[in-house]
């Protein structure tokens, strides 16, 4: 393989792969909390691409109005989903919070296409995003392959900044060990739950947007592979664990992008591939690459 | 001056009645001791002090010395206790042990903003138990037993109480270590910090409390003063071992 062909699939691989870690880190984060897998959450980024669609192509905003737009919107729904499907569930046994979880995603696809229909529409790309820079060893990059992942590696190291240097970081590094002894050192549980939600909702939605330009559409479904694939990588990297997440979701795009660059004929197994990756971690290395061995909640 | 007074306290786990009609009385500066059995409900009084289990009661008030004002504790959640100024180090130590020495102090203060003041705290704590000092970067899950219990009641102590509660903080540790932690108990007192402490080591227990109370399946069979209680032959019989 060329080299230019080679960076090309590299910068492709770190984009989709950094995509897959942004909402890997929500799964990683809910879970590392309540032991729950939000299956919601690759529709929150769904209505994350969404609302960047509706602000910026229906009603004309800005592209930078629209993007904080959309984090906002899709923030809220996060909590809202937080607020209305999980909370009233946070005492009962943790089946009945997951079936809910799965209630919600189904819920949410439905609503979209009843609300946006079922007709994927296109998304115009700002043209500043899409023009190629070539350089003078044959390599063509379009901006928006390089912004996506230093858009995502900038995210996941504020959000490691804030879990390991200020005090709700710690709090919800706490709660995720020991709910009821965090609860006696003051913490609001349930505020710092519905941070941990928000947070995963607003790199979702980040994700979605980023998603959105790459595949130039948006449709109802589109959470729903994404969503499961970044899922695999949050087990890939070892669920609780952000950093693993980040790592597991690169690892996830390298696999996929690589595996059909180098054997264009299986390019129609590349999702096989990530679902092959899954079985083989939880057969070989169920605790994922950095996650810590799973102790029972004391 | 009364900190906290309870009156007629009871506990229920489903169909059983682990603490009933338990009224207990601690004024301040004092060190107050719940011995017993295993099972006898000291540590549910404890638990429904705190919030942590449902618990009904006639009276539940604690009185700050900070405002002197009176409020009822039963009911409130287990997050509010600790800004009223009643912080407690659990039983089993509840250690967070993927969480650095320093940071499970750090989370003892959440409450609190005034980092200069956190900072002498933190200091404070380092100063009675300077191996913590020496391990403030490692992982909880790294300390021995005794290490770990002295983490426990620093960090308790973080939050800057009125009243500190301490359950069981001699349980499995070596007798060596048993003074230690005593003689610290009586230190942090000494320093005008009201004590509740929950023991199963009646006699360690009694020679540092000024009142005590006997708990019996769940409700209190005496109460005196510590010295009061070494002295008699009933909970000599049972608790001291003649």
Redesign the interface.
């Given at each position: 393989m060329e080299l230019n062909i080679f960076v090309q699939h590299f910068i492709n691989a770190l984009s989709l792969g950094s995509l897959y870690g942004l909402v890997a880190v929500g799964y990683t984060m809910v879970y590392g909390i309540l032991r729950l897998i939000n299956f919601a959450h690759g529709d929150i980024f769904m209505l994350g691409a969404y609302f960047v669609y509706f602000a910026t192509i229906v009603y004309k905003l800005p592209w930078a109005v629209g993007v904080v737009l959309a984090i906002i919107g899709t923030t809220i729904c996060g909590l809202l989903v937080d607020r209305i499907a999980y909370k009233p569930l946070r005492e009962a046994p943790r089946i009945s919070a997951l079936i809910s979880a799965i209630g919600v995603s189904f819920f949410i696809e439905n609503f979209a296409v009843v609300v946006f229909t079922g007709m994927p529409r296109p998304v115009v790309q700002p043209p500043i995003l899409m023009k190629p820079i070539e350089f003078s060893n044959g390599v063509r990059l379009i901006p928006l392959g390089i912004l996506v992942p230093v858009v995502a590696f900038l995210l996941v190291g504020a959000l490691l900044w804030l879990l390991y240097r200020t005090?709700p970081g710690?709090?919800m590094?706490?709660i995720s060990?020991?709910i009821?002894?965090?609860?006696?050192?003051?913490?609001?549980?349930n505020k710092i739950i519905a941070l941990a939600f928000g947070l995963g909702s607003a790199l979702a939605a980040v994700a979605g947007i980023m998603w959105a330009l790459r595949y130039p559409r948006v449709e109802p479904f589109m959470g729903m592979t994404p969503g499961i694939k970044a899922f695999i990588a949050a087990v890939f990297g070892g669920i609780g664990s952000v950093p693993g997440a980040m790592i597991g979701g690169l690892l996830l795009g390298f696999v996929e992008i690589m595996s059909v660059a180098f054997f264009p004929t299986l390019s129609g197994y590349k999702d096989a591939f990530a679902f092959l990756l899954l079985i083989l971690i939880l057969l070989f290395r169920p605790t994922g690459l950095l996650g810590?061995k799973l102790e029972d909640k004391? | 001056m009364e900190m906290l007074k309870i009156k007629n306290l009871n506990v229920n786990y489903g169909a059983i009645h682990a603490v009933r009609d338990v009224s207990i009385s601690i004024d301040r500066g004092e060190i107050v001791t719940l011995i017993g059995a295993n099972g006898a409900g000291k540590s549910s009084v404890i638990r429904a002090i705190m919030g942590l289990v449902k618990a009904r009661a006639e009276e539940m008030i604690f009185t700050s010395p900070r405002d002197d004002k009176p409020v009822s504790i039963l009911g409130k959640p287990a997050e509010t206790h600790v800004k009223l100024g009643i912080s407690l180090s659990p039983e089993g130590r509840r250690i967070l042990p993927q969480l650095t020495v320093e940071e499970n102090l750090n989370l003892g203060a959440y409450i609190r903003d005034d980092e200069k003041g956190i900072a002498e705290d933190m200091e404070y704590v380092y100063s009675l138990f300077p191996r913590l000092k020496e391990r403030r970067r490692q992982k909880g899950s790294t300390l021995s037993g005794g290490e770990q219990q002295m983490l426990a009641v620093g960090r308790a102590l973080m939050s800057r109480p009125d009243l500190l509660m301490l359950d069981e903080p001699s349980l499995g540790l070596a007798p060596i270590l048993v003074d230690e932690v005593f003689g610290i108990i009586r230190e942090i007192n000494a320093q005008g910090r009201t004590i509740l402490l929950v023991e199963q080591n009646a006699f360690a227990a009694l020679k540092v409390a000024h009142k005590a109370y006997v708990l019996e399946v769940g409700s209190v069979g005496l109460s005196g003063t510590g010295a009061e209680l070494l002295n008699n032959p009933k909970v000599r019989a049972a608790y001291l071992g003649g």
């Open positions: 005090k710690l709090a590094r706490a060990f020991d009821e002894t965090t609860r006696m050192m003051g913490v609001s549980v810590e004391i | -």
